[in-house]
C-alpha cells in the first residue's frame, strides 16, 4: 500500500470470516507459533513498540498465548484471538514508555523491518527490497500520527485486512464504532500522508 491509498472498501471490511479462516482449537502452541510469529511481530511494530522492545513483547505474547491456548474454542478466528492478546500487550507497553520515557514511542523502523514486511524473499532483486523498507518506513511514520485506537482499526483494517467482524470482537464494540472509527483513522492518516508530501516537497532542490 502506497502512502494515501485505501485498498479497502466498507464493503470488503464487513465480509464475514470465511470458515476455512478459523484455527482449530487442537492447534498446538508450535503450530501458532510457527503459524503467526511474524502477523504478531508486524502488529507489535506497527502499533507502536519500538524495535528494541518488540522481541520482549513478543515474548509476553506467546508467554500468554502458551498459558491460554487451551481456551480457544474456535469461535473466532486464530488472529483475532492472537491480536485481542497481543494489542493488550502492547497497551500496557505504551502506558509504560509513556510513564517513564515519552520520547521513546516515536522510534523508527530499522533495516530488521524488511524482514517483516509481508512477500519480502530473500531472492528478491535490491530495489524491490529498499521499496519494501522505503513503504514501510513511510507507514510506520505515518501511523504514528494516530492516537491509539484509531491505529489499532487502521492496522487490522488497512494492513492486515481483518473484516469489521473480527475488530469488533477484539475491541468489544459493534460494527457501526468500528465503521466510524475506520473512517476518522483514515482521514487522520490521509491528512498525515499530505502533511509529508508537502514536507519532501519543500526538500526537494
Not at 507459533?33 to 507502536?48: E, K
Not at 484471538?81 to 509513556?98: A, D, M, Q, T, Y
Not at 472509527?181 to 483514515?186: E, N, P, S, T, V
Not at 490521509?190 to 526537494?204: F, N, P, S
Request: glycine content about 4%; some cysteine.
Amino acid at each position: 500500500m502506497t502512502a494515501g491509498s485505501s485498498p479497502l472498501s466498507f464493503d470488503a471490511v464487513s465480509t464475514p470470516v470465511a470458515p476455512a479462516a478459523l484455527a482449530s482449537p487442537a492447534a498446538t502452541f508450535e503450530e501458532v507459533y510457527d503459524t503467526h510469529v511474524d502477523f504478531v511481530w508486524r502488529s507489535i511494530r506497527r502499533l507502536g513498540v519500538d524495535e528494541a522492545s518488540s522481541d520482549d513483547a513478543l515474548q509476553q505474547v506467546f508467554l500468554v498465548v502458551h498459558r491460554r491456548l487451551c481456551e480457544f474454542s474456535g469461535a473466532s478466528s486464530m488472529r483475532t484471538w492472537l491480536f485481542g492478546i497481543l494489542l493488550r500487550v502492547v497497551r500496557e507497553h505504551r502506558r509504560s514508555v509513556r510513564r517513564k520515557s515519552p520520547h521513546l514511542l516515536r522510534g523508527a523502523p530499522t533495516e530488521d523491518d524488511l524482514a517483516r514486511v509481508p512477500d519480502a524473499s530473500p531472492t528478491a532483486n535490491p530495489e524491490a527490497q529498499l521499496s519494501r523498507a522505503d513503504a514501510s518506513r513511510i507507514i510506520n511514520e505515518l501511523l504514528e500520527s494516530l492516537d491509539d485506537e484509531k491505529r489499532a482499526v487502521f492496522v487490522m483494517v488497512e494492513l492486515e485486512e481483518m473484516t469489521a467482524v473480527e475488530i469488533s470482537q477484539v475491541l468489544g464494540m459493534d460494527q457501526k464504532a468500528v465503521y466510524s472509527r475506520l473512517r476518522a483513522a483514515r482521514t487522520d492518516f490521509e491528512r498525515a500522508a499530505a502533511a509529508m508530501r508537502r514536507r519532501d516537497l519543500g526538500r526537494t532542490p
